[in-house]
């Protein structure tokens, strides 16, 4: 019989899908008990919310208010998520009613998630506009604090910069945390976005406020066993070598090893032992599921910014200034170069760190080369 697939990716993981890290684990249950706040970052699909999720269930006693920001575009959003987690918050069902009572200036209605049966909080929109009404919404997070042990999160969190009165909502939120001494909140955003600018410029309401843990791949030391032993559960043999193949194609990316690893997986059978080819099968199975979105991706770029991206594909990003460079990508000037790579990097296809351009999705990058443009 085909066993499990030993490979998740794409949500939150847990339990026989995560592989432990103890040490940004532990970091984060003692920030939570000493009430120190936190700012997790990483670049994306590295594992923060899978972390939290993971010491919450470490933190015995602690209840979360995990609040999900992810594509909040009012003040009204905000209320609405943190009002749902609250109401969501643990299993007793008393968090929702007492969340409507208390909010219920903000005219609050409460409905049923069909997918998952969860209680979901919206506010009046008229009143919520107004980011004074998030004084509310903050007022139930600290009656809930006061009563019980807890720690708050707020994941996506540079999410807020996109709100026109984030300004007001950051020093609103700053000043009403600040007086919550010891719960912990935690501050959770990819690298690559507001998210570091909201803690670390002086300007900034949240200048200082929080400590940062920083959420970077999983040492080989920890990753490599854990996935050899995965793939062991599901029936096949991987050994080192392979794995280190893996972890470098998708450049220790957690979510696109496990995204990789599964690939493997369903593209081979029960027992067999694992080379390098069964990798390159897998890659057309991914492109068979995303070649759709990377056609759709590529297919508004000029021809100079594709054939750079195609350059940055099959050359790598280290050194394109540099004539050869300039001739495998085949622009006629650095002007041109430059603006390709602009709008490649507005576009969220690639992204430059240290002076060095990198793909955000290791598979648009083999998907371009193999396309052989
Ligand atoms: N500790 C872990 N062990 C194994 N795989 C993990 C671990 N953490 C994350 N992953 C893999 O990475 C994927 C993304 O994890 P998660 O959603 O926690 O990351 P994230 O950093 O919050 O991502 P995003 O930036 O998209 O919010 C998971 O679906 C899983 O495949
Ligand atoms: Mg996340």
Redesign the pocket.
């Known amino acids: 019989m085909r066993g499990m697939k030993p490979f998740?990716?794409?949500?939150?993981?847990g339990s026989d899908?995560?592989?432990a890290?103890p040490l940004l684990q532990s970091r984060l249950t003692e920030y939570v008990k000493d009430g120190q706040n936190v700012v997790l970052v990483?670049e994306?699909?590295?594992?923060?919310?899978?972390?939290v999720f993971a010491a919450h269930k470490t933190l015995r006693g602690y209840r979360m208010l995990y609040v999900d920001l992810l594509n909040i575009r009012t003040v009204s959003d905000f209320c609405n998520r943190v009002a749902t987690a609250a109401a969501q918050m643990g299993k007793k069902e008393s968090f929702g009613s007492r969340a409507m009572r208390f909010l219920s200036r903000l005219r609050p209605t409460l409905s049923i998630d069909p997918d998952n049966g969860m209680p979901v909080v919206s506010v009046d929109a008229r009143t919520a506009e107004d980011p004074r009404s998030m004084a509310d919404v903050i007022s139930l997070v600290e009656r809930f604090a006061r009563e019980e042990k807890m720690f708050v999160v707020f994941d996506?969190f540079q999410e807020v910069k996109k709100l026109e009165a984030c300004d007001q909502v950051l020093a609103l939120l700053r000043s009403r945390i600040q007086l919550l001494q010891d719960t912990c909140f935690v501050f959770s955003g990819?690298v690559r976005s507001d998210m570091v600018a909201i803690f670390t410029d002086p300007s900034s309401a949240f200048y200082k406020s929080a400590l940062t843990l920083e959420?970077a791949n999983?040492p080989d030391e920890d990753f490599i066993p854990f996935l050899i032993r995965r793939f062991a559960s599901g029936n096949r043999v991987a050994d080192r070598p392979f794995v280190e193949r893996i972890l470098e194609f998708t450049n220790r990316t957690?979510?696109d090893v496990?995204q990789l690893c599964a690939a493997v997986w369903s593209t081979t059978e029960d027992g067999r032992r694992l080379s390098e080819k069964d990798i390159a099968d897998a890659l057309q199975d991914v492109f068979a599921a995303e070649g759709g979105q990377f056609e759709f991706q590529t297919a508004k770029l000029t021809r100079y910014q594709m054939k750079t991206l195609v350059a940055l594909a099959k050359w790598g990003g280290e050194k394109v200034y540099s004539a050869d460079f300039l001739q495998h990508a085949e622009v006629p000037s650095t002007a041109t170069l430059t603006k390709a790579l602009k709008r490649l990097v507005d576009d969220r296809l690639i992204y430059c760190y240290q002076k060095r351009y990198a793909f955000f999705n290791p598979f648009l990058r083999a998907w371009l080369v193999s396309r052989g443009f």
């Open positions: 998740k990716y794409g949500c939150v993981v899908f995560f592989c890290r990483g994306r699909r590295m594992g923060k919310t899978s972390l996506e990819s959420v999983i957690t979510g496990q």
